[in-house]
Structures are given as structure tokens and as C-alpha cells.
């Protein structure tokens, strides 16, 4: 897969969600009208209220999360100061927070992985995982670990964490559950064609069901 | 016809995309034979021009020594003519008749002429009624009777007489010198000599015997006078035809036989009598005539190299621009390729950037409200309700605000989605059959389409390929035009593992070995009107880049036949 | 604590600003960078939060302008950009903090508060969870 392909894919997969997301608030904020509106000042009115602007909130915080991963295929560097919290300066460096990176990812393409029945999730790093990297490239990386297991037919569930393993900067990719646990793993231990930029980018096998991305630093994007 | 070579080179020479290979052997010719003809031309200007002037000098040195020959012979020969003449005319007016005629006396001046002189045979006298009253000599003519002959005639109207060679009575070629004597008296007398040819040939070389001219004497009939090697001994006929003879020695070229002869000619003063030296041209032209072949030789010989050199050296020049010309469109398609990605980049970027703000607009109305629901007094809805409205109508516009930023890039994504994907060709061609439909329905063409069941998907570039199947499908219609019982025949099969092979065939106009050599140039296009001329180039272009192949066939008014073979995994080239 | 907020967006920071004076900030607002340098003639605030992508007179040079007038004043940037373009924080140590839109809204407070502790404002907490 391309440099272009990838990027076409995710950036579809975003938009689409965008889309789905404002959405989403348009109907929230809709009913909240219809309430405030027709609703009858009660607790339980208010109550809802307070629910559907909660749902808008809560997608817009989404919608931003997606456009913070929009921004990473201008590799342009890492965004800082969002809606978590504030990140360091590094105007155009080569670096990105792993982390950070991981969670867009599980997030722009939770559109493709739920059409493959593969369940996409992400650990919730509360400490940023430095690496010395464009974004894109990690990006690439992690389609293509997806796209092993969508090609045995997904079904499985897919657990990422940015995290630091003897001395090596890299993502945990964890296999587990599913019909297709057995066939997932074996697309993986032979995954990781070279990709532009990152080839030495190496999948190993760290034990049962747990494999550890390594991704080299330094890498042009 | 050089604006036509000038404009051949400047189309060769532009470069342009998905080059043909037809393109680039058309430029090695062309530039073969420029190189050529640039270096040989001069050298045969120049050749031709060096021999002109060459043949030119050499047949003037030729003639020069011909020229001195002859003048020399004839010198010599008119001394030793001259001087004969003299002594007989001494002898004539020295003595009398009346002391001549005595057999001893004559004899005495006889032995005494020819004890100084040579070449004197007989000596008579003859009296004014002709007859031989004395003879000094080896034959037996002594009484000998000359009357009424012309020469004596001769001699005695002028007073002298030379005379051609001739055989006469004494049988062997000889010449005869004669004095009329008119004495005082009234006594009328002619003294006779005889001159040997031998000692008059003699006098023809007086440069030494030259083995490669011959010299000899002939008279105003063309009769030998004395021997010639090589055109028959004395008093026969000279095989030559000469040019007319002139006051002034000259030298002629003449063709006798088909040989070239050079001809140097004098005539001897006071006679008949005429001095020829010749000298076979091609044995005087042989050290030119070697040296001509030898220069030929070498003409040729660099001529030859001249061909060899170019044509190899314009063969690796043109080998090393095809494959710098690769090169480049490989680079720059790489780059078009990265500047893609950029703009991607850039796109998704510029959207990101753009939705943040109605994004934090949505926020901060959306959190507003929530506020004034649970900071505010709660007494009653309506306070709450007209502040709240406003706000949830400002989040719905602002909502369809940012759709319309997404708009953008939906599109740009759903064309690049497309990228690179497992295909089924069956598909493409029916969507792009789907395309065409109509038009084939109206004009009356029949499709057929032919696919194995298992024919494997492509891995490769919908949009792309797309584009390759409409170009096809069009120019097979277009080919169809005006045409009853089109038919269009779309045939399919694996010609490897790794190759799908892919035949378009129509029945329709077909093209001409002029056009199929030209079909992949660009703006090369059999339709005037209609079309840029580039649709087989694109097409050539994005097979290519695809990592497949397209060869056509056609015969015209029978058909065109396309193939097109794709590999199953696209190694899309230049790309990563 | 008094807050002066510049943005260009109504739509954005008239609702910013009715939620903070809602929690009892004194909160106003201008739309354009001239209008800004006004108020701050006028009557400078406690702190100052500048969106830096605007039209007209913003970024650095806006930023120039009000470090030679105020060169004490405590500034959060606030850029639709992810990266806003020309900022360098480290020349400018007036600037606390720089945040992304969309706002988290408890996390600004916290920044607010941090730059300029409450002197005596009703800050009642709330369990937004944005």
C-alpha cells in the first residue's frame, strides 16, 4: 500500500465520521429545541436537556480528535495545547507523541476496523510517549497491522498501547478475542511489508497474542 | 525539405510523456543519417573537388614531356633531314655535271658523302631527259629511266624534292632526297640520294629509346613512314585516326578503341611529312590510376567507418536519452506523486484547521446552554428558553457550516480512495460499458464480453484503469462509425500467474501501418475533429505506470485488435 | 479577575464570555485587533486571551503592540490552528499558556486560575466534563 492509499483511506475514513459526528449534533441540538421548545420546565425536561447538549459536547470533542489526526498527514509535527492536556512546543521537529498518535488512529479508522468486525481500542496513556518521528509513517504502520487482520477476515480484537519496551519506542499490538484470534496472529508474525520511510519498522512477537511495533527513530516521513 | 527535417527533429526531440519506442528509433535514424550525411558530405565535396584538380595537373604533365618529345624528335629530325639535304644540294652545285658523270668521280663523291653521313644508300644522276647516267649504290639502276616521273617533275619545277617513304624498286622502305641543277649553260641535271630509313629512325628518340612512348613518322595519308612499335612497320596504314595536323606541336587525347591514347604530333617543316609520339593513357595514367584507387580505398573505407560510428554512437546516445527520458518521467511522476501527497497533506490540514473554529463554536454554545440550565435561577422555562433557543439554532447553522468544509474533502477522498485496491475487471469494464451504452445501442454495435470465472482481481488503480477501458471502448466505436454490424469483442484470460491479459477486438475501420506506427504519440490522432489526440497516450502512459503492457494490431477495413496485459499485484511504478 | 477576550468569531466568544461571567468573572470581549489595543487604553485587564489567527492587525505584530504597552499583562493564546503559525512562545514570556479550539472549558479555568489566582470571584464547581 502506498503512501497515497494510506492516507486516502484514513483521511475517507475521517471525513466520513465528520460527517456522522455533525450529524449527530444536529440532531442533539435538535431535540434540545423540540425540549426547550415543547417540554413541560420539569426536572425530567431539564434533565434531558442537559443529556442531549452533554451528547453535543461530547461528539464535538470527537470531531476534534479526528481533525487533530487530519492534521498529522501534513506532517507537519505534532499538534500541541488541545483538548487534553497542553503539549510541548515543537513547531515543525520530528517528533510526535506515540500515544497521542495511537488514539488518533483508533479513532480515524474505527470506521474500517468496524467493518471488518475487528474491535479497535487504545490505552489510554495519561503520559505522552515521545518518539522521534513523523506521524504519517506510524500511521502507515498501524494500517497495515489492521489491514493483516482484516485480511483474515478481521473479527478479532485489537488492543493498542504506546509504550516504551527495553529501550525501544513502539506500540503493543494485542490480539485477543474473536473467532479469528488464531488466524489474526498469524497474519500478523508475518506482517510489515518494508513502507516508504520506515522500513525497518519490525513487528515481533513478545509473547502470546502480544506483539511490540518497533518503530525506528529518526525516520524520514 | 530542410523545414520538413527541422520540423521532424524538433518533434522528435520534444519530449513528452510515455514515450514510444517507434519515437526514439525514428530520432536514432534521423540523427544517423544527419551525422552521416554532415560528415560525409564534405568528404566527397572534397574528394570530387581534389580529383578535378588532380587529373586535371596530371594530365598536364603528362603532356609536357610528350609536348618536349615531340618538339625534340621533330628538331632532330629536321637537323638530320636538313643536313642530308644540304650536303646533297652542296654536292649538286659544287660540281658540274660534265665532272659528275664518271662513274669514278661519282663514286669518289659518293664514298665521300657517305664516309661523313650516314644513312645514305645510293647516290644517281640523272640527266635532263630522265634517265640514271650514273649510279652509285647496291642495286643495279644504273641506266635507270625516271622520265616523266613526278618526282622528277617535282624536282625539276622546284628545284628539290624530298620525298615520303615509300618501297619502290629497291624494295625496302626508303626515302629519296633529289636536286635540280640548272647550270649556267643551259645543262639540266638532277643528282638522286637514298636515304635509309633505319638511320632516320635513328633521329626520332633523341632522348633514348623510351619503352612506354612510341615515336614514328607518318605522312599527310596516314601512311607509316618509319617503324612504329606498336602500329605496324613502315608504309602501312596507321590504325589512328589523327586530328588535323596544325603549324604548332600539339598534344591530342585520343579514344582509339576504347583506349585512351595521348597523342603528341609536329609537323616536320617543308614536308609531308608528320612526327607522332604516343603514349597509351592508361599506361601513362597508371601511377594516377593507382593512386586514384588507393585514394578511393580510403574514401571508402572512411565513409564506412564514418557509418559504423555514428550509427553505433547515435544508438547509445539515443539509448542513454530514452533512459534518461524514463528516468525523468519516473522522477517526475514520483514527484507529482509526492507533491500529491503534499496537497493531501495540505488539504486535510487546511480542513482541520478550518472546522476547529465552528467546532469551538458548537462547544462554547452547547457548554452556554448547559450553563444557563444549571447556573441560573430555575424558576420556569421561559427565561431559560429564550436564551437557550438562540443558542441551539446558532450550533445547527454553525453544523451545516462545517458539513460544507467537509464537502471538500469528501470529495478529494473518494477520488483517491480508489488508489490502490483489488479489482474485479468485470467490473470496471462493465461500468465503463455502462458509460458507453447508449452510444452502442445507437449506433447498432453488438458487445461481447468474454471473462473467465476465476480470473483473478488486479490489484491496482480503479479510477485508472477506468480510464484505460473507456479510451479503448471509445476508439473501438469510434472506429465502428458509419459501420453496419459493428461488433466489439472484450475477451479476457490469465496469460501467467502473475498477468492478466485483456483483448479488445472490433471489426471496424482499422488503422494503416502509418497510423499504428504513430498510435502512442501524442496529439497523433485519426480523428480531426474530435478528440486532443491524446487518449492512447494517456493510456499508454497509465498501463505503463501500472507496470503492464498494450500492444495493438490493425488492419484497415478489417479491424483493430488491442491487447492489454495487467499484473495481478500492481507494482505501480514510482510509486512506493 | 477581569478577562478581556479578542476573537474574531462572535459566535464563538460571546458565548466564552456570557459562561464566564456566569461563574462570576468579570468578562468583555473585542473582535478585531484595533479594538482591542482600545480597551486595553481604556482599562487594562487581569488577563488577556488572544486568538491569534485573526484578520487584520493580529499575530505577531498585535503582539508586538501590546508588549510595548503592556509588557507585565498576562497573555493565553488561543489558535484554531493546532500549530499557530509565526508563534514562537519562547520569544514572548508574556504568554502562559496556548490552547487549541475547541476549548476545554475546565481546563481554560484552570489555566485562568493559574495565571491570575481568584481575588474574590464566586467560582462554583461544576462536574462538566467537556
Given at each position: 500500500?502506498?503512501?497515497?492509499?494510506?492516507?486516502?483511506?484514513?483521511?475517507?475514513?475521517?471525513?466520513?465520521?465528520m460527517?456522522?459526528i455533525l450529524?449527530?449534533i444536529r440532531?442533539s441540538a435538535g431535540?434540545a429545541q423540540?425540549?426547550t421548545r415543547?417540554?413541560?420546565?420539569?426536572?425530567?425536561?431539564?434533565?434531558?436537556l442537559?443529556?442531549s447538549l452533554d451528547?453535543v459536547r461530547r461528539q464535538v470533542v470527537?470531531a476534534a480528535?479526528?481533525a487533530?489526526?487530519?492534521?498529522?498527514?501534513?506532517?507537519?509535527?505534532?499538534?500541541?495545547g488541545s483538548l487534553?492536556?497542553?503539549?510541548?512546543?515543537?513547531?515543525?521537529?520530528?517528533?510526535?507523541?506515540?500515544?497521542?498518535?495511537?488514539?488518533?488512529?483508533?479513532?480515524?479508522?474505527?470506521?474500517?476496523?468496524?467493518?471488518?468486525?475487528?474491535?479497535?481500542?487504545?490505552?489510554?496513556?495519561?503520559?505522552?510517549?515521545?518518539?522521534?518521528?513523523?506521524?504519517?509513517?506510524?500511521?502507515?504502520?498501524?494500517?497495515?497491522?489492521?489491514?493483516?487482520?482484516?485480511?483474515?477476515?478481521?473479527?478479532?480484537?485489537?488492543?493498542?498501547?504506546?509504550?516504551?519496551?527495553?529501550?525501544?519506542?513502539?506500540?503493543?499490538?494485542?490480539?485477543?478475542?474473536?473467532?479469528?484470534?488464531?488466524?489474526?496472529?498469524?497474519?500478523?508474525?508475518?506482517?510489515?511489508?518494508?513502507?516508504?520511510?520506515?522500513?525497518?519498522?519490525?513487528?515481533?512477537?513478545?509473547?502470546?497474542?502480544?506483539?511490540?511495533?518497533?518503530?525506528?527513530?529518526?525516520?524520514?516521513? | 525539405?530542410?523545414?520538413?527535417?527541422?520540423?521532424?527533429?524538433?518533434?522528435?526531440?520534444?519530449?513528452?510523456?510515455?514515450?514510444?519506442?517507434?519515437?526514439?528509433?525514428?530520432?536514432?535514424?534521423?540523427?544517423?543519417?544527419?551525422?552521416?550525411?554532415?560528415?560525409?558530405?564534405?568528404?566527397?565535396?572534397?574528394?570530387?573537388?581534389?580529383?578535378?584538380?588532380?587529373?586535371?595537373?596530371?594530365?598536364?604533365?603528362?603532356?609536357?614531356?610528350?609536348?618536349?618529345?615531340?618538339?625534340?624528335?621533330?628538331?632532330?629530325?629536321?637537323?638530320?633531314?636538313?643536313?642530308?639535304?644540304?650536303?646533297?644540294?652542296?654536292?649538286?652545285?659544287?660540281?658540274?655535271?660534265?665532272?659528275?658523270?664518271?662513274?669514278?668521280?661519282?663514286?669518289?663523291?659518293?664514298?665521300?658523302?657517305?664516309?661523313?653521313?650516314?644513312?645514305?644508300?645510293?647516290?644517281?644522276?640523272?640527266?635532263?631527259?630522265?634517265?640514271?647516267?650514273?649510279?652509285?649504290?647496291?642495286?643495279?639502276?644504273?641506266?635507270?629511266?625516271?622520265?616523266?616521273?613526278?618526282?622528277?617533275?617535282?624536282?625539276?619545277?622546284?628545284?628539290?624534292?624530298?620525298?615520303?617513304?615509300?618501297?619502290?624498286?629497291?624494295?625496302?622502305?626508303?626515302?629519296?632526297?633529289?636536286?635540280?641543277?640548272?647550270?649556267?649553260?643551259?645543262?639540266?641535271?638532277?643528282?638522286?640520294?637514298?636515304?635509309?630509313?633505319?638511320?632516320?629512325?635513328?633521329?626520332?628518340?633523341?632522348?633514348?629509346?623510351?619503352?612506354?612512348?612510341?615515336?614514328?613518322?607518318?605522312?599527310?595519308?596516314?601512311?607509316?613512314?618509319?617503324?612504329?612499335?606498336?602500329?605496324?612497320?613502315?608504309?602501312?596504314?596507321?590504325?589512328?585516326?589523327?586530328?588535323?595536323?596544325?603549324?604548332?606541336?600539339?598534344?591530342?587525347?585520343?579514344?582509339?578503341?576504347?583506349?585512351?591514347?595521348?597523342?603528341?604530333?609536329?609537323?616536320?617543316?617543308?614536308?609531308?611529312?608528320?612526327?607522332?609520339?604516343?603514349?597509351?593513357?592508361?599506361?601513362?595514367?597508371?601511377?594516377?590510376?593507382?593512386?586514384?584507387?588507393?585514394?578511393?580505398?580510403?574514401?571508402?573505407?572512411?565513409?564506412?567507418?564514418?557509418?559504423?560510428?555514428?550509427?553505433?554512437?547515435?544508438?547509445?546516445?539515443?539509448?542513454?536519452?530514452?533512459?534518461?527520458?524514463?528516468?525523468?518521467?519516473?522522477?517526475?511522476?514520483?514527484?507529482?506523486?509526492?507533491?500529491?501527497?503534499?496537497?493531501?497533506?495540505?488539504?486535510?490540514?487546511g480542513v482541520a484547521h478550518e472546522i476547529n473554529n465552528p467546532l469551538a463554536v458548537i462547544l462554547e454554545k452547547a457548554g452556554l446552554a448547559q450553563d444557563i440550565l444549571r447556573l441560573s435561577?430555575?424558576?420556569?422555562?421561559?427565561p431559560q428558553a429564550d436564551s437557550l433557543l438562540p443558542l441551539l439554532d446558532g450550533i445547527e447553522r454553525t453544523v451545516l457550516r462545517a458539513r460544507n468544509i467537509t464537502r471538500r474533502?469528501?470529495?478529494?477522498?473518494?477520488?483517491?480512495?480508489?488508489?490502490?485496491?483489488?479489482?474485479?475487471?468485470?467490473?470496471?469494464?462493465?461500468?465503463?460499458?455502462?458509460?458507453?451504452?447508449?452510444?452502442?445501442?445507437?449506433?447498432?454495435?453488438?458487445?461481447?464480453?468474454?471473462?473467465?470465472?476465476?480470473?483473478?482481481?488486479?490489484?491496482?488503480?480503479?479510477?485508472?484503469?477506468?480510464?484505460?477501458?473507456?479510451?479503448?471502448?471509445?476508439?473501438?466505436?469510434?472506429?465502428?462509425?458509419?459501420?453496419?454490424?459493428?461488433?466489439?469483442?472484450?475477451?479476457?484470460?490469465?496469460?501467467?500467474?502473475?498477468?492478466?491479459?485483456?483483448?479488445?477486438?472490433?471489426?471496424?475501420?482499422?488503422?494503416?501501418?502509418?497510423?499504428?506506427?504513430?498510435?502512442?504519440?501524442?496529439?497523433?490522432?485519426?480523428?480531426?475533429?474530435?478528440?486532443?489526440?491524446?487518449?492512447?497516450?494517456?493510456?499508454?502512459?497509465?498501463?505503463?505506470?501500472?507496470?503492464?503492457?498494450?500492444?495493438?494490431?490493425?488492419?484497415?477495413?478489417?479491424?483493430?485488435?488491442?491487447?492489454?496485459?495487467?499484473?495481478?499485484?500492481?507494482?505501480?511504478?514510482?510509486?512506493? | 479577575m477581569d478577562i478581556l477576550l479578542v476573537d474574531d468569531e462572535l459566535d464563538f466568544i460571546e458565548p466564552l464570555a456570557q459562561r464566564l461571567r456566569l461563574r462570576g468573572y468579570k468578562a468583555r470581549f473585542a473582535t478585531n485587533g484595533e479594538a482591542l489595543l482600545d480597551q486595553l487604553a481604556k482599562s487594562p485587564p487581569d488577563v488577556l486571551v488572544l486568538d491569534w489567527g485573526m484578520p487584520g492587525l493580529s499575530g505577531p505584530i498585535l503582539l508586538?503592540r501590546i508588549?510595548?504597552?503592556w509588557?507585565?499583562l498576562p497573555l493565553v493564546i488561543l489558535s484554531g490552528y493546532n500549530?499557530p503559525k509565526g508563534l514562537?512562545?519562547?520569544?514572548?514570556?508574556?504568554i502562559?499558556e496556548v490552547l487549541t479550539k475547541p476549548l476545554h472549558f475546565n481546563g481554560f479555568l484552570?489555566i485562568l486560575?493559574?495565571v491570575?489566582?481568584?481575588?474574590?470571584n464566586?467560582?462554583?464547581?461544576?462536574?462538566d466534563?467537556a
Amino acid at each position: 500500500m502506498s503512501h497515497t492509499a494510506c492516507m486516502a483511506r484514513l483521511l475517507a475514513s475521517a471525513v466520513h465520521d465528520m460527517r456522522n459526528i455533525l450529524a449527530v449534533i444536529r440532531e442533539s441540538a435538535g431535540l434540545a429545541q423540540d425540549i426547550t421548545r415543547f417540554g413541560d420546565g420539569s426536572a425530567a425536561s431539564r434533565k434531558e436537556l442537559e443529556i442531549s447538549l452533554d451528547e453535543v459536547r461530547r461528539q464535538v470533542v470527537l470531531a476534534a480528535q479526528l481533525a487533530e489526526g487530519l492534521e498529522f498527514m501534513a506532517q507537519n509535527g505534532p499538534p500541541r495545547g488541545s483538548l487534553s492536556q497542553s503539549g510541548a512546543t515543537g513547531d515543525k521537529s520530528n517528533s510526535c507523541d506515540l500515544a497521542r498518535v495511537c488514539r488518533l488512529f483508533c479513532r480515524m479508522a474505527a470506521r474500517q476496523a468496524r467493518a471488518a468486525q475487528i474491535r479497535l481500542e487504545c490505552a489510554e496513556n495519561t503520559e505522552p510517549v515521545w518518539m522521534e518521528s513523523r506521524p504519517m509513517p506510524v500511521l502507515h504502520c498501524l494500517l497495515d497491522v489492521l489491514d493483516s487482520c482484516v485480511s483474515v477476515g478481521g473479527k478479532v480484537d485489537l488492543h493498542l498501547a504506546a509504550t516504551q519496551q527495553e529501550g525501544a519506542t513502539g506500540i503493543a499490538v494485542r490480539v485477543s478475542g474473536g473467532d479469528n484470534e488464531a488466524l489474526a496472529l498469524s497474519a500478523l508474525t508475518a506482517c510489515l511489508r518494508p513502507i516508504q520511510g520506515m522500513t525497518c519498522a519490525r513487528l515481533l512477537s513478545t509473547g502470546p497474542g502480544t506483539f511490540f511495533l518497533v518503530l525506528p527513530t529518526g525516520e524520514e516521513g | 525539405m530542410f523545414c520538413k527535417i527541422r520540423q521532424q527533429l524538433a518533434r522528435l526531440l520534444d519530449i513528452s510523456e510515455g514515450l514510444s519506442p517507434a519515437h526514439y528509433r525514428a530520432l536514432r535514424r534521423l540523427m544517423t543519417f544527419l551525422m552521416v550525411s554532415v560528415s560525409v558530405t564534405p568528404l566527397l565535396v572534397l574528394s570530387a573537388f581534389s580529383h578535378i584538380q588532380y587529373s586535371r595537373m596530371v594530365e598536364q604533365e603528362l603532356e609536357a614531356p610528350l609536348d618536349t618529345l615531340a618538339r625534340k624528335s621533330r628538331a632532330s629530325l629536321e637537323l638530320f633531314l636538313g643536313e642530308r639535304f644540304s650536303t646533297v644540294s652542296f654536292i649538286a652545285h659544287a660540281h658540274s655535271f660534265a665532272s659528275l658523270n664518271h662513274p669514278d668521280a661519282f663514286r669518289r663523291v659518293f664514298l665521300a658523302l657517305t664516309s661523313e653521313f650516314h644513312g645514305f644508300v645510293d647516290m644517281g644522276l640523272v640527266n635532263a631527259e630522265g634517265h640514271q647516267v650514273d649510279y652509285v649504290g647496291p642495286y643495279q639502276l644504273k641506266g635507270a629511266d625516271y622520265a616523266g616521273q613526278p618526282w622528277l617533275r617535282e624536282a625539276e619545277i622546284k628545284g628539290r624534292y624530298i620525298s615520303n617513304v615509300f618501297l619502290g624498286l629497291r624494295d625496302f622502305p626508303h626515302m629519296v632526297m633529289a636536286v635540280h641543277r640548272l647550270e649556267a649553260d643551259g645543262t639540266r641535271w638532277t643528282l638522286r640520294v637514298t636515304i635509309d630509313i633505319s638511320q632516320l629512325e635513328k633521329a626520332l628518340m633523341p632522348t633514348g629509346p623510351d619503352r612506354e612512348t612510341d615515336v614514328f613518322l607518318c605522312d599527310g595519308n596516314n601512311i607509316l613512314q618509319t617503324n612504329s612499335r606498336l602500329y605496324g612497320k613502315a608504309l602501312e596504314k596507321l590504325p589512328l585516326s589523327l586530328p588535323p595536323v596544325g603549324l604548332e606541336p600539339a598534344v591530342h587525347h585520343l579514344n582509339a578503341d576504347g583506349q585512351q591514347l595521348l597523342v603528341g604530333t609536329a609537323l616536320l617543316s617543308g614536308t609531308d611529312l608528320r612526327l607522332v609520339a604516343v603514349k597509351s593513357g592508361p599506361e601513362a595514367l597508371r601511377p594516377w590510376t593507382s593512386l586514384q584507387s588507393e585514394l578511393i580505398l580510403v574514401l571508402c573505407g572512411g565513409i564506412v567507418i564514418i557509418v559504423l560510428v555514428s550509427h553505433f554512437l547515435m544508438k547509445a546516445l539515443v539509448a542513454r536519452l530514452q533512459a534518461a527520458d524514463e528516468h525523468r518521467a519516473a522522477i517526475t511522476a514520483q514527484m507529482e506523486h509526492q507533491h500529491k501527497l503534499s496537497s493531501i497533506g495540505r488539504l486535510a490540514a487546511g480542513v482541520a484547521h478550518e472546522i476547529n473554529n465552528p467546532l469551538a463554536v458548537i462547544l462554547e454554545k452547547a457548554g452556554l446552554a448547559q450553563d444557563i440550565l444549571r447556573l441560573s435561577p430555575s424558576n420556569g422555562n421561559q427565561p431559560q428558553a429564550d436564551s437557550l433557543l438562540p443558542l441551539l439554532d446558532g450550533i445547527e447553522r454553525t453544523v451545516l457550516r462545517a458539513r460544507n468544509i467537509t464537502r471538500r474533502l469528501l470529495g478529494f477522498s473518494r477520488r483517491m480512495e480508489a488508489s490502490c485496491q483489488p479489482l474485479r475487471l468485470e467490473q470496471i469494464i462493465a461500468e465503463s460499458l455502462d458509460f458507453l451504452g447508449n452510444e452502442a445501442a445507437h449506433r447498432g454495435v453488438e458487445i461481447t464480453v468474454r471473462l473467465p470465472e476465476n480470473l483473478p482481481d488486479v490489484v491496482s488503480d480503479q479510477s485508472q484503469l477506468q480510464q484505460v477501458f473507456l479510451n479503448l471502448l471509445g476508439n473501438a466505436l469510434d472506429a465502428l462509425e458509419g459501420q453496419q454490424a459493428g461488433r466489439i469483442e472484450i475477451d479476457g484470460k490469465l496469460s501467467d500467474t502473475e498477468t492478466v491479459l485483456i483483448t479488445v477486438r472490433d471489426n471496424g475501420k482499422g488503422m494503416s501501418p502509418e497510423m499504428l506506427r504513430h498510435i502512442f504519440e501524442p496529439f497523433y490522432s485519426s480523428k480531426r475533429e474530435k478528440g486532443t489526440g491524446l487518449g492512447m497516450f494517456i493510456t499508454y502512459a497509465i498501463i505503463r505506470r501500472l507496470g503492464g503492457d498494450i500492444v495493438v494490431h490493425s488492419q484497415q477495413d478489417a479491424g483493430t485488435t488491442v491487447h492489454v496485459s495487467l499484473p495481478v499485484h500492481a507494482q505501480v511504478i514510482s510509486e512506493a | 479577575m477581569d478577562i478581556l477576550l479578542v476573537d474574531d468569531e462572535l459566535d464563538f466568544i460571546e458565548p466564552l464570555a456570557q459562561r464566564l461571567r456566569l461563574r462570576g468573572y468579570k468578562a468583555r470581549f473585542a473582535t478585531n485587533g484595533e479594538a482591542l489595543l482600545d480597551q486595553l487604553a481604556k482599562s487594562p485587564p487581569d488577563v488577556l486571551v488572544l486568538d491569534w489567527g485573526m484578520p487584520g492587525l493580529s499575530g505577531p505584530i498585535l503582539l508586538e503592540r501590546i508588549h510595548t504597552g503592556w509588557p507585565t499583562l498576562p497573555l493565553v493564546i488561543l489558535s484554531g490552528y493546532n500549530t499557530p503559525k509565526g508563534l514562537r512562545q519562547e520569544n514572548w514570556p508574556q504568554i502562559r499558556e496556548v490552547l487549541t479550539k475547541p476549548l476545554h472549558f475546565n481546563g481554560f479555568l484552570e489555566i485562568l486560575e493559574g495565571v491570575c489566582p481568584s481575588r474574590g470571584n464566586t467560582v462554583p464547581q461544576q462536574g462538566d466534563n467537556a
